[in-house]
Every structure is written in C-alpha cells, then in structure tokens.
C-alpha cells in the first residue's frame, strides 16, 4: 500500500499560500512542507516573535524558504479585518488557506475581544470571518482551495445547541472544544456547497490530524498531566498530524466536500486518507443555520458568493 507523505506533495512555485497558527505545532509543520515545494507561505500568528522565530527554525532547513509573518489574532474580528486587508492590499492572488489554528479545552470559560466563547470565537468564528474576507482573492485565483482544521473531538458534540453557542449556561471544556470542531466541520461542508451554487472553481475541504502529539509548544499546552499521557498513547508525531492538512490543500483529486483524516485506528493515527462516511456527518439544516447566526455574529456576509448566484 503506498503511503502519501510530504515528498508527494507537488511543486507549489508560485503558489501563496495562508496558514493560520503557523508558529507551532501542526501549522509548523504545514508551513515547513509548503515551503519546502516551492510555496511563498503568509505565516498567520497571534505573537510576531514567536513567528519570527519559527520562521529561522524554518530556515534551518529550508534556506530558500519563501516565508512572510503577519500578525493575526483570530480571537478579534478587528485583527481579523485589519490582516485581511493588508492580505488583499499586498496578494493578488491567494492559492491555499490553511484554516490550522485552534485552541483546545480551556479549563475555565474565557471570552473573545468581541465577547464570544473562547473556543468558539476562535477555532470557528474567527476563521469564519477570515474566510469571507478573503474569498474575493480566492474566487480570482484558479484553483484555490479553503482547508479547514476539524478534529475527532467533533464527536463530543453530534449536534449543536443554538440555544447555547457561547457555553452562557453551561461550560465544560471539551465540551466547548467539540462545539467548535463540529462547527468547523459544518462550515467547511456548507463552504462547498456555496462554492458549488455559485458555480466557481475555489473548492472548500475539512481535514483532522487524528491524535497529532502537540505537546512541544502546541494545542497540548492547558491539558492535565493524565490528559497529556492519557492521549500521548493514542497520538502520532505533529508532522505526521499535519499530513491529512497537506495531503487535502495539494492533492489533485481532491474535488471539495470532503474530510480528510489518518486512515488507521480508531482515524488517529496514520497516513491520509480521504473519511468516504463523512458526509453522513453533513446535517444540512444545522450547518445552514449555524452560517446564518455565524453572519450575525461576525458582519462577515460573503457578499462575493452571493453576487455570483444572483448574476
């Protein structure tokens, strides 16, 4: 059985591509394996220094490296809107978002800049309103592609509860972290299908990492010691975890609409492979509703997508 692993991935020279978290963790490794084929890589992060510093880490072994660290904190709509301007004011075309970046089981409820869920802020939120912002460069550069970060602990969280997005009335935190994986999940599906009726060629695909061993400067860092062993048993490398990512941006068969994830137990550990169950996981109602009120919340209304169904 052949196993698809970076050295699969084809020569991006001219290609940009966007990674949000591309400090740490998966979004590290993402970043590393663009470069590495040829792509100029937006390295999207919340602290300059620390993208700086990975951005020499990069270089290390990657010297021509084609990399640019932008700040972007996706737990502020205005950050948010601020990168995304300066994104289609210096990019004339934009191949690859990466949408990598999460936060994972905050042990007490935080709340966003804007007054949202932590969690939901930032892992779905955030990255909802980062995509409708750029989707006017996306829509203008042949064949891109949206990649969005779900997780297995989308499970913890078989349907959303419209009454209680935030976590108000009742927190738990990987409760609020499933809430999230399940949101970016459905956006990710309902992102196809409005690709699909506004007849453009810019594809939208969810990937998972499985149980990706981030616990060197990565999404490991609120866990519990038996949290942190506990999964470490169930886990594989971060460069393994970011394959699915890598395999769903640059894949040629790739076609949208699908979720990408390790192919071995238990869909944790393993190379990619494309989930043929997933769009079981496609509640219609549910990821039309969750657009609607994640419009409501963000201002971010995709006014390019609607403009091509309506011409």
Same mark, same amino acid.
């Given at each position: 059985? #052949? @196993?698809?692993?970076?050295?699969?991935?084809?020569?991006?020279?001219?290609? $940009?591509?966007?990674?949000?978290?591309?400090?740490?963790?998966? =979004?590290?490794?993402?970043?590393?394996?663009?470069?590495?084929?040829?792509?100029?890589? $937006?390295?999207?992060?919340?602290?300059?220094?620390?993208?700086?510093?990975?951005?020499?880490?990069?270089?290390?072994?990657?010297?021509?490296?084609?990399?640019?660290?932008?700040?972007?904190?996706?737990?502020?709509?205005?950050?948010?809107?601020?990168?995304?301007?300066?994104?289609?004011?210096?990019?004339?075309?934009?191949?690859?978002?990466?949408?990598?970046? /999460?936060?994972?089981?905050?042990?007490?409820?935080?709340?966003?800049?804007?007054?949202?869920?932590?969690?939901?802020?930032? #892992?779905?939120?955030?990255?909802?309103?980062?995509?409708?912002?750029?989707?006017?460069?996306?829509?203008?550069?042949?064949?891109?592609?949206?990649?969005?970060?779900?997780?297995?602990?989308?499970?913890?969280?078989? @349907?959303?509860?419209?009454?209680?997005?935030?976590?108000?009335?009742?927190?738990?935190?990987?409760?609020?972290? !499933?809430?999230?994986?399940? *949101?970016?999940?459905?956006?990710?599906?309902?992102?196809?299908?409005?690709?699909?009726? *506004? /007849?453009?060629?810019?594809?939208?695909?969810?990937?998972?990492?499985? !149980?990706?061993?981030?616990?060197?400067?990565?999404?490991?860092? @609120?866990?519990?010691?038996?949290?942190?062993?506990?999964?470490?048993?169930?886990?594989?490398? *971060?460069?393994?975890?970011?394959?699915?990512?890598?395999?769903?941006?640059?894949?040629?068969?790739?076609?949208? /609409?699908?979720?990408? =994830?390790? !192919?071995?137990?238990?869909?944790?550990? !393993?190379?990619?492979?494309?989930?043929?169950?997933?769009?079981?996981?496609?509640?219609?109602?549910?990821?039309?509703?969750?657009?609607?009120?994640?419009?409501?919340?963000?201002?971010?209304?995709?006014?390019?997508?609607?403009?091509?169904?309506?011409?």
């Amino acid at each position: 059985m #052949n @196993h698809w692993t970076v050295n699969d991935i084809p020569d991006l020279r001219g290609r $940009i591509a966007l990674v949000t978290g591309a400090n740490r963790g998966l =979004g590290l490794e993402e970043t590393r394996a663009l470069a590495q084929h040829g792509a100029h890589v $937006i390295m999207a992060v919340r602290n300059l220094k620390q993208g700086q510093l990975a951005e020499a880490e990069i270089k290390q072994t990657v010297p021509d490296a084609s990399l640019e660290v932008m700040s972007l904190d996706l737990s502020s709509l205005a950050s948010v809107r601020e990168f995304a301007a300066r994104v289609l004011q210096t990019h004339q075309r934009l191949d690859l978002l990466l949408n990598n970046a /999460g936060l994972t089981a905050l042990p007490q409820r935080q709340e966003t800049q804007d007054g949202f869920e932590m969690q939901f802020g930032t #892992n779905h939120l955030g990255h909802f309103a980062l995509t409708g912002l750029l989707v006017p460069r996306l829509l203008t550069t042949p064949g891109s592609r949206v990649v969005t970060m779900t997780s297995n602990g989308r499970r913890t969280a078989a @349907h959303l509860d419209f009454d209680d997005l935030q976590s108000q009335r009742s927190y738990s935190r990987w409760g609020a972290y !499933g809430k999230s994986k399940r *949101a970016n999940l459905l956006f990710a599906f309902e992102l196809q299908t409005r690709f699909t009726e *506004a /007849g453009v060629g810019t594809i939208s695909v969810a990937a998972h990492p499985g !149980g990706a061993n981030t616990s060197k400067g990565g999404s490991w860092d @609120h866990l519990s010691p038996f949290e942190r062993f506990f999964f470490g048993l169930f886990s594989q490398s *971060a460069s393994m975890g970011a394959l699915p990512l890598l395999y769903a941006a640059t894949h040629e068969h790739i076609t949208g /609409g699908e979720l990408v =994830g390790p !192919g071995g137990f238990a869909n944790s550990i !393993g190379y990619p492979k494309v989930d043929r169950h997933a769009s079981n996981e496609y509640d219609h109602p549910a990821a039309a509703r969750l657009w609607k009120v994640s419009e409501e919340l963000t201002g971010v209304t995709y006014d390019a997508l609607r403009q091509r169904v309506e011409a």
